[in-house]
């Protein structure tokens, strides 16, 4: 299986922006709601087509996984999609710090945890960095550097990481395929 990526809707900066806006009120929201502590998967996609069939796939592939790690204390989930690429919401029963802990486990253990972004919010909507915990910053899955340095300097065309996304993608497509006829 080969899967391209197509756009489903191609927005504009404005409409990133304006997303970005409205995921900040519907964490809030969501807070609120379940009195949880939230984790937030998105893919970390570049540019802005961000919504397209490999996103979706991605998420909709991740999200009962990440529904599996946390079965007993999952309070509710949620699934939007926008201009800022398809969102997976899980309210989660557990202490901030173990739940942002066993989402770095998954970034950094996943074969498609590189390409996730698991962002986790306590009860007051502060999000939780792997540096509030003693962790390093994420790295680049392409040269290594830290990610946020390659991001800030363009290090790396938009076509570069979308290839790497992809073929990530396909390799965990075929490894599954391949353990299902075993």
């Known amino acids: ?12 900066a404005d409409e990133l922006l304006d997303a970005r806006e409205k995921r900040a009120g519907l964490i ?9 502590p939230l984790l937030v998967m998105r893919v970390n996609y570049p540019g802005l087509k961000k919504t397209n069939l490999l996103t ?32 997976f919401y899980a309210a989660v029963d557990e202490t901030v710090s173990a739940l942002k802990i066993i989402a770095i486990n998954f970034e950094e253990t ?5 390409c996730l972004d698991l962002d986790v919010y306590d009860r007051l909507g502060q999000g939780l960095s792997r540096q509030d915990l ?20 363009r290090r790396h065309s938009e076509r570069e990481i979308i290839t ?15 353990s299902s006829h075993s």
């Open 1 to 12: 299986m080969t899967l391209r990526t197509r756009t489903m809707k191609e927005y504009t």
């Open 28 to 36: 809030e929201s969501l807070l609120k709601q379940y009195n949880t």
């Open 56 to 87: 979706a796939a991605m998420i909709n592939d991740m999200s009962p996984l990440i529904c599996t790690l946390f079965s007993d204390n999952l309070r509710g989930t949620l699934l939007t999609y926008g201009a800022d690429g398809p969102v």
């Open 110 to 114: 996943h074969s498609l945890g590189r």
């Open 134 to 153: 003693g962790f390093l910053s994420r790295k680049c899955y392409l040269c290594e550097d830290d990610a946020q340095h390659c991001v800030r300097a």
């Open 164 to 178: 790497y996304i992809e073929e990530k993608y396909q390799d965990y497509c075929d490894f599954r395929e391949s």
